[in-house]
């Protein structure tokens, strides 16, 4: 993962990026309810997302989207998700279901830059990240 981001010209590794994280579960309440704790560590709540369904039938899956600017290696970034899914578990959600990053904007960045899309965030999920790491 780190490897490929060295290659990408938006994502500077040796400095802090934006960090994405990703929590999810059937109840919109348990996971509000953990976004204190969360702001507490410094973690800004991004949002709470209903997932879209594919069909009516299917169940309710909310999404918790926090983020955070930090400069990591592929250890942090281990402990660190290593500590997501204890929290998780710790506070009976159903998942810690990975993390994206991409370039830090500032006003300036953003006001000067011609092109600002999903593009310039790479979404790397933790399955994978965890799958290379331990391989």
Known sequence: MFADMANEPSLDISQPLLWGY??????????????????????????IYLADKEALSESDLWWLHIEKIELHTSDTLHKLNQKFYQFADDHQIES?????????HTPESIATSSSHSIGDRFSYMLKSFLQKFTN
């Open 96 to 104: 810690y279901d990975g993390m994206d990053v991409g370039p830090v």
């Open 22 to 47: 990703f929590f999810t579960d059937a109840s919109k309440s348990k996971l509000q309810q953990v976004t204190p704790l969360l702001e507490e560590q410094g973690y800004r709540i991004v949002d």
